[in-house]
């Protein structure tokens, strides 16, 4: 077997194993916001880093994410990393340290983050407030809807993030043209 398919074979064997671990739902404490869409929780005494699913936020540090939104956007990383230090300061608002979430999981991610949906104290699914507060974009997997999250949530994320832009809330307020680029 030539060294290319056998490397196929493992990306198809591992891209399997990764998506395709139980989901669970369970309490935990918030311990940090790494920034909008990445939190870390503590679980049965162990720290979990969440990678929140069907949002994505403008990044807070340098990273290459970053450095391709700035490209995309035709932006400064100035403005972009103000752009995610104000989402992470809102996430960091609505997910305070010492704070008491469910959290339901989907699997693991491509970074082998797991992959979750993180419901607040009352109820509200925090994925989908910083989206219709405005401070998210809907996250795409190679430019579609990602596997990990049902029709309906898609629905309901895109109608969320279609009323924040009209109704210029958060970031759409002061950064329309760039919050476009991003969501787009």
């Given at each position: 077997?030539?060294?290319?398919?056998?490397?196929?074979?493992?990306?198809?064997?591992?891209?399997?194993?990764?998506?395709?671990?139980?989901?669970?739902?369970?309490?935990?404490?918030?311990?940090?916001?790494?920034?909008?869409?990445?939190?870390?929780?503590?679980?049965?005494?162990?720290?979990?880093?969440?990678?929140?699913?069907?949002?994505?936020?403008?990044?807070?540090?340098?990273?290459?994410?970053?450095?391709?939104?700035?490209?995309?956007?035709?932006?400064?990383?100035r403005k972009m990393r103000l752009l995610?230090?104000?989402?992470?300061?809102?996430?960091?608002?609505?997910?305070?340290?010492?704070?008491?979430?469910?959290?339901?999981?989907?699997?693991?991610?491509?970074?082998?983050?797991?992959?979750?949906?993180?419901?607040?104290?009352?109820?509200?699914?925090?994925?989908?407030?910083?989206?219709?507060?405005?401070?998210?974009?809907?996250?795409?997997?190679?430019?579609?809807?990602?596997?990990?999250?049902?029709?309906?949530?898609?629905?309901?994320?895109?109608?969320?993030?279609?009323?924040?832009?009209?109704?210029?809330?958060?970031?759409?307020?002061?950064?329309?043209?760039?919050?476009?680029?991003?969501?787009e």
């Amino acid at each position: 077997m030539s060294k290319f398919i056998r490397f196929i074979v493992i990306v198809i064997i591992t891209t399997f194993f990764i998506h395709s671990a139980p989901a669970t739902t369970f309490q935990a404490t918030i311990l940090k916001v790494s920034d909008g869409d990445t939190v870390w929780v503590k679980h049965d005494g162990k720290r979990l880093k969440l990678r929140l699913l069907g949002i994505d936020t403008p990044e807070e540090y340098p990273s290459k994410k970053m450095s391709r939104d700035i490209r995309k956007c035709h932006t400064t990383y100035r403005k972009m990393r103000l752009l995610g230090l104000l989402a992470a300061k809102h996430g960091k608002g609505l997910l305070p340290v010492g704070e008491t979430v469910t959290v339901k999981t989907a699997g693991k991610g491509y970074y082998g983050r797991t992959l979750a949906w993180v419901i607040l104290p009352d109820g509200t699914n925090y994925n989908e407030k910083m989206v219709a507060d405005g401070y998210a974009c809907l996250y795409k997997w190679h430019g579609r809807k990602p596997r990990d999250v049902d029709w309906q949530e898609w629905k309901k994320l895109n109608r969320l993030l279609q009323r924040a832009e009209k109704e210029r809330k958060g970031l759409w307020r002061e950064y329309r043209e760039l919050m476009e680029c991003l969501c787009e």
